[in-house]
């Protein structure tokens, strides 16, 4: 009898040593909703509000702000065309290479202050340019603003890149020499009596090295900018000195030689600007365009007699 009270008191007592070492959890039935203590950032003490989460204050989600490009520029032309604004991307330029409009819109897309020269003046405006727009029309990107600009022409690159121009004079086109030039050359493509609506003739210095280059505007076409038929063109010459002799070039233009009248919608060509860009010290050749319901414009880069298209976007 001594011997089971004595094994009940031992058993007794390990299990109250053994509970000692164990926790139990409590578990929240289902039925029942927990209240939750609201959190603040820094504390852990309650609030003393009677709803059950603080409300945290408003935040502004800030645009990230694009830093202007400082290798390289893109490069806009446009103005006050067809009663509203607009500005044409034709490309981008570094100190080494001309950049396509699309690689120029993937190495720089933001806002930035323009540039904006014209034929005889340099940085003559400054104004705020948009991000580019891509037209799956035109499929070209132009660069929206609200300058309130009232002319046209304009060649702009970002504010900081530096550029160079030189002075550009207007020749008299009412003598006979230019007019002959025009004449010859034309004659050389196969038209016959070439007649001139407009002659225009300009005189710069283009490598800056004292021998000037002469630029001819000559244009004749049906007034409709619908048709076009033989004898028909609008043309951009250069003249210029190579060695011991004088070469004529063409560097933009059409000549049209169909018998019969066609729905063509031709190009006007201008000349718009000499400006150097790429910052080699020769100025480059900026010529527009004008076609039925459209415009736009090409950079062309003079070496010696050779011209090559550089940069270039129309709609």
């Given at each position: 009898?001594?011997?089971k009270?004595?094994?009940?008191?031992?058993?007794?007592?390990f299990?109250?040593?053994?509970?000692?070492?164990f926790?139990?959890e409590v578990?929240?039935?289902?039925?029942?909703t927990?209240t939750?203590?609201?959190?603040?950032?820094?504390?852990?003490?309650?609030?003393?509000?009677?709803?059950p989460?603080?409300?945290?204050?408003?935040?502004?989600?800030?645009?990230?702000?694009?830093?202007?490009?400082?290798d390289?520029?893109?490069v806009v032309?446009?103005?006050?065309?067809?009663?509203?604004?607009?500005?044409?991307?034709?490309?981008g330029?570094?100190?080494d290479?001309?950049?396509?409009?699309?690689e120029s819109?993937?190495?720089?897309?933001?806002?930035?202050?323009?540039?904006?020269?014209?034929?005889?003046?340099?940085?003559?405006?400054?104004?705020?340019?948009?991000?580019?727009?891509?037209?799956?029309?035109?499929k070209s990107?132009?660069?929206?603003?609200?300058?309130?600009?009232?002319?046209?022409?304009?060649?702009?690159?970002?504010?900081?890149?530096?550029?160079t121009?030189?002075?550009v004079?207007e020749?008299?086109?009412?003598?006979?020499?230019?007019?002959?030039?025009?004449v010859d050359?034309?004659t050389?493509?196969?038209?016959k009596?070439?007649?001139?609506?407009?002659?225009?003739?300009?005189?710069?210095d283009?490598e800056?090295?004292?021998s000037?280059?002469?630029?001819i505007?000559?244009?004749h076409?049906?007034?409709?900018?619908?048709?076009?038929?033989a004898g028909?063109?609008?043309?951009?010459?250069m003249?210029?000195?190579?060695?011991?002799?004088?070469?004529?070039?063409?560097?933009?233009?059409?000549?049209?030689?169909?018998?019969?009248?066609?729905?063509?919608?031709?190009?006007?060509?201008?000349?718009?600007?000499?400006?150097?860009?790429?910052?080699?010290?020769?100025?480059?050749?900026?010529?527009?365009?004008l076609?039925?319901?459209g415009?736009?414009?090409?950079?062309?880069?003079?070496?010696?007699?050779?011209?090559?298209?550089?940069?270039?976007?129309?709609?």
């Open positions: 009898m001594k011997a009270k004595f094994l009940l008191m031992f058993v007794l007592s299990s109250l040593i053994a509970c000692s070492f926790t139990f578990v929240t039935p289902a039925s029942v927990p939750f203590t609201p959190w603040v950032e820094g504390t852990e003490m309650a609030l003393a509000s009677p709803t989460f603080a409300t945290l204050p408003p935040f502004e989600v800030t645009q990230a702000v694009m830093e202007k490009p400082v390289f520029s893109p032309y446009g103005g006050k065309m067809y009663d509203s604004e607009f500005f044409l991307l034709l490309g330029v570094s100190r290479t001309w950049i396509t409009p699309d819109v993937s190495r720089f897309s933001g806002e930035v202050t323009y540039s904006l020269s014209n034929m005889t003046q340099q940085a003559k405006y400054f104004l705020w340019g948009k991000s580019p727009e891509f037209s799956p029309t035109c990107y132009s660069v929206p603003t609200d300058a309130g600009l009232n002319e046209a022409g304009f060649v702009g690159v970002v504010d900081g890149w530096t550029i121009k030189r002075q004079d020749l008299s086109a009412d003598g006979e020499f230019y007019q002959q030039v025009v050359w034309l050389d493509e196969g038209v009596d070439p007649q001139f609506d407009t002659l225009r003739v300009y005189r710069v283009l800056g090295d004292g000037d280059e002469i630029f505007n000559a244009t076409l049906d007034e409709s900018q619908h048709t076009t038929k028909d063109y609008s043309i951009v010459l003249r210029k000195v190579i060695g011991n002799e004088v070469v004529t070039k063409l560097v933009a233009g059409d000549v049209y030689d169909s018998k019969e009248l066609e729905i063509t919608y031709p190009r006007t060509y201008s000349l718009a600007n000499f400006i150097d860009l790429d910052q080699d010290g020769v100025l480059e050749v900026v010529v527009s365009f076609k039925w319901e415009f736009g414009a090409s950079v062309f880069q003079v070496d010696g007699q050779d011209v090559t298209q550089t940069l270039s976007a129309g709609c």
